[in-house]
């Protein structure tokens, strides 16, 4: 992905699972959830608290992967943890929005 494209999925991030008014709020301002692994976690956390009673596994093979142990109805892959946990989140939170 792109600068530009990690910029958008954190501004994304920032909107969806965290509640940020992006509107009012410059990408520079917020977190780089995609390439920073701490910031990752709380993104983590999130999931975890929307799936209540839901398993949530992440494991490494050639790439990164975060997924739902059961059903594998959310899973995604990326080259970094980081980036693998936030299209994970960004799939879990726009389908809310359906």
């Known amino acids: 992905m792109s600068e530009k494209q990690l910029r958008e999925l954190d501004a ?10 992006m509107a009012e709020t410059s990408v520079d301002d917020i977190e780089r959830y995609t390439t920073d692994p701490a910031a990752a976690m709380l993104v983590l956390e999130k999931c975890c608290d929307k799936l209540e009673g839901f398993e949530i596994t ?9 997924g739902l142990r059961k059903g594998n109805t ?3 892959k990326a080259d970094t943890l980081p980036l693998a946990i936030c299209l994970f ?10």
């Open 89 to 98: 989140a960004k799939e879990l939170f726009a389908k809310e929005e359906k």
């Open 74 to 76: 959310v899973h995604q």
């Open 12 to 21: 994304f991030i920032a909107e969806h699972v965290f509640g940020f008014d």
């Open 58 to 66: 992440v494991w490494r093979g050639e790439k990164w992967h975060c």
